[in-house]
T-cell receptor, first 111, second 113 residues
Framework: GDSVTQMEGPVTLSEEAFLTINCTYTATGYPSLFWYVQYPGEGLQLLLKATKADDKGSNKGFEATYRKETTSFHLEKGSVQVSDSAVYFCALGGSNYKLTFGKGTLLTVNP | DADVTQTPRNRITKTGKRIMLECSQTKGHDRMYWYRQDPGLGLRLIYYSFDVKDINKGEISDGYSVSRQAQAKFSLSLESAIPNQTALYFC????????????FGEGSRLTVL
């Protein structure tokens, strides 16, 4: 079945540091890939997505590229801010539009 | 107002009690979902509904039931709550044209003593 494996946290960075959160997946067919973010006390919201191989999703300075050859969708940001502190979830969407989520990575950014 | 509204936001109950979590949406989406979030386990799908007459089990449906009362309303019930059902529950919606993007409510935190 479909599965998502993402980097275990927690991740603690200083402001302006470079961020990478690794995500790899197992799926049949050609899934869509997503990063969701959950700020403290809130529900999840879509951060970015990519629907086919080599697509790059981007939003709010975050980027991720759909790599079919390595079955990966790593999240990156060049300079994190305190306001980026949140839990980040990688997710895979199959043909039936159900999402399979990774376990989440807690990011804390210190001033 | 939120597009996807969950009630109650917080609930403490005792083992054996029946609990209903309600979800309503104003997005006009056909598809609705209930997920459960546990620390270190991510989100796991409990039930999903692609329209009013379509209800499907997710990966962890045992101990839960659902009702799709209308396009905009999808309720999750715990017939006899047990402590390991203590978790944060999320309702979500989607539309067939969204390539899988989900829109989440703010969550319902349930504690079973």
């Amino acid at each position: 079945g479909d599965s998502v494996t993402q980097m275990e946290g927690p991740v603690t960075l200083s402001e302006e540091a470079f961020l990478t959160i690794n995500c790899t997946y197992t799926a049949t067919g050609y899934p869509s890939l997503f990063w969701y973010v959950q700020y403290p006390g809130e529900g999840l919201q879509l951060l970015l997505k990519a629907t086919k191989a080599d697509d790059k999703g981007s939003n709010k300075g975050f980027e991720a590229t759909y790599r079919k050859e390595t079955t990966s969708f790593h999240l990156e940001k060049g300079s994190v801010q305190v306001s980026d502190s949140a839990v980040y979830f990688c997710a895979l969407g199959g043909s039936n539009y159900k999402l399979t989520f990774g376990k989440g990575t807690l990011l804390t950014v210190n001033p | 107002d939120a597009d996807v509204t969950q009630t109650p936001r917080n609930r403490i109950t005792k083992t054996g009690k029946r609990i209903m979590l309600e979800c309503s949406q104003t997005k006009g989406h056909d598809r609705m979902y209930w997920y459960r979030q546990d620390p270190g386990l991510g989100l796991r799908l409990i039930y999903y509904s692609f329209d009013v007459k379509d209800i499907n089990k997710g990966e962890i449906s045992d101990g839960y039931s659902v009702s799709r009362q209308a396009q905009a309303k999808f309720s999750l019930s715990l017939e006899s709550a047990i402590p390991n059902q203590t978790a944060l529950y999320f309702c979500a919606t989607s539309t067939p044209g969204s390539t899988g993007e989900l829109f989440f409510g703010e969550g319902s935190r349930l504690t079973v003593l």
